[in-house]
């Protein structure tokens, strides 16, 4: 299944100042982080980040945290530990349109919520932070897409250990460029060129 931009969700997990110096490829890492977020805003796509332990570990990035609706501080490796899974479900919409005072059998039922849609996630350290927020959502039952070239452990058999887990757990595994062109669907799209600018 295709990423759809007008369902998704972005996730941006621990780019910290502290932490990124000692992540393996971690200029890479945090650049292709640095496009996701910024192809996010261009498409309309809310951006949402975590920091784990600032007070130790420093803030994230100031370019993400800068493109970021909020940012979540945590001490749990899961996000969805702290409140995440709130930020990210669509609340239930009011019934609309009854009289309290009806009878039960003449109300109109009241509206579920939205689909969450799909949650894009990248971030550090994959094996932890990372892993343990995606596998969260997951049972949770949201859709979760791990950007694989934007995420990052200090070693690369970490890192790759995460990927190999979560795509045993359901996560789909895509890298940045899949998730701009999904988003994207056409060369006609109105912010093509922009995008396009950031990924070439």
């Known amino acids: 299944m295709l990423l759809d931009a007008s369902a998704s969700q972005l996730v941006l997990v621990d780019y910290q100042l502290r932490l990124m110096p000692a992540i393996f490829e971690g200029p890479a890492v945090l650049a292709n982080a640095q496009r996701l977020a910024q192809i996010a805003k261009l498409l309309g796509v809310p951006v949402w980040g975590t920091e784990q332990n600032p007070s130790r570990l420093g803030e994230n990035d100031p370019v993400l945290r800068g493109l970021c609706r909020k940012t979540l501080s945590k001490m749990h490796f899961s996000g969805v530990e702290e409140g995440l899974g709130e930020w990210l ?49 997951l049972e949770d039952e949201f859709d979760v897409c791990v950007v694989t070239d934007a995420c990052g452990s200090r070693t690369e058999r970490n890192r790759d250990a995460a990927f190999d887990r979560l795509a045993g757990a359901g996560a789909e595994l895509v890298t940045t460029e899949m998730v701009a062109f999904e988003w994207l669907r056409t060369a006609e799209h109105a912010q093509f060129k922009a995008v396009h600018a950031l990924i070439k």
């Open 89 to 137: 479900r669509p609340p239930a919409k009011a019934p609309q349109g009854n009289a309290r005072s009806l009878p039960k059998h003449l109300q109109k039922a009241a509206a579920e919520a939205e689909e969450p849609g799909s949650i894009v996630i990248a971030g550090c350290e994959a094996h932890v932070c990372l892993l343990q927020t995606a596998l969260d959502l």
